[in-house]
């Protein structure tokens, strides 16, 4: 975390994790649907920060396939009175397990339909980083096989 005069800056990572076809979303205490994602450590790459992440939140072994991209977001702290930026790095994961195990800081989380998870997802940031990955997926196939 970095701070200028009257804001703190986190750095986040995050993994878009795929099993299949479907995409895993997590349920947090809030009773909001997201990715898995936290803060990036001191010495660690994001790829490091984003693999973690995963298996903390989600008990999940994953790989990382690919870069999604990066998101970035403002709120306000009540608790330190300031405006906090958040900055998250996103990969695109692959996983064969299968069996999932929240932490302490979640309700549950489950594989999706990729449609199903466009529909569940409740931050426009998760869904448009999705479909992106869904495109890009869409395009390998079409250029490996003409079509």
Not at 25 to 51: D, I
């Amino acid at each position: 975390m970095t701070r200028k005069k009257g804001e703190v800056t986190e750095i986040t990572a995050g993994g878009i994790v795929f099993n299949g076809d479907k995409v895993l979303v997590l349920r947090n205490l809030k009773g909001v649907w997201v990715f898995p994602k936290g803060h990036v450590e001191l010495g660690e790459s994001h790829e490091q920060a984003a693999l973690r992440e995963v298996l903390e939140e989600s008990g999940l072994h994953a790989l990382i396939v690919g870069k999604a991209g990066m998101s970035s977001f403002h709120f306000y702290s009540y608790m330190d009175r300031a405006v906090h930026r958040k900055i998250v790095y996103w990969f695109e994961m692959e996983t064969t397990d299968t069996q999932i195990t929240v932490n302490r800081e979640l309700r549950t989380g489950m594989f999706f339909q990729t449609v199903e998870a466009v529909r569940m997802l409740s931050f426009l940031n998760d869904v448009t980083n999705l479909k992106t990955i869904l495109e890009r997926r869409a395009n390998d196939v079409c250029n490996s096989s003409e079509c």
